[in-house]
Nanobody, 123 residues
Framework: QVKLVESGGGSVQTGGSLRLSCALFELPYNSYCMAWFRQAPGKEREWVAV???????DYADSVKGRFTISRTNDNRNLYLQMTNLKPADTAMYYC?????????????????WGQGTQVTVSS
């Protein structure tokens, strides 16, 4: 059964750091694009970062220079290292994966999603 399981969320103060993890199980692809999205209360889900199976990557402007996306070589684990966190980063964070694309930032392109992990940044 395909499953993505996030962990690592929590509550930190402004300027703090967190590392999110996503474990991927039974994806029906040999290689796939993986991404992090987030959704704050009352707002639409937004793309945060994406990484391809050949290590191409991109970040939303709002997190560039503060967040780092990475994955294990076997594509079974995805990470998001978050530093210099701000209250605006407060959201539920989701990992997503799909094997149909090399690199996509569109949430509609992802078939597989985790359940989310909450990140709260206080001022």
């Amino acid at each position: 059964q395909v499953k993505l399981v996030e962990s690592g969320g929590g509550s930190v103060q402004t300027g703090g750091s967190l590392r999110l993890s996503c474990a991927l199980f039974e994806l029906p692809y040999n290689s796939y694009c993986m991404a992090w999205f987030r959704q704050a209360p009352g707002k639409e889900r937004e793309w945060v970062a994406v990484i391809s199976s050949d290590d191409d990557y991109d970040y939303a402007d709002s997190v560039k220079g503060r967040f780092t996306i990475s994955r294990t070589n076997d594509n079974r684990n995805l990470y998001l290292q978050m530093t210099n966190l701000k209250p605006a980063d407060t959201a539920m964070y989701y990992c997503a994966a799909d094997g149909r694309w090399r690199l996509t930032r569109d949430s509609e392109d992802y078939n597989y999603w985790g359940q989310g992990t909450q990140v709260t940044v206080s001022s």
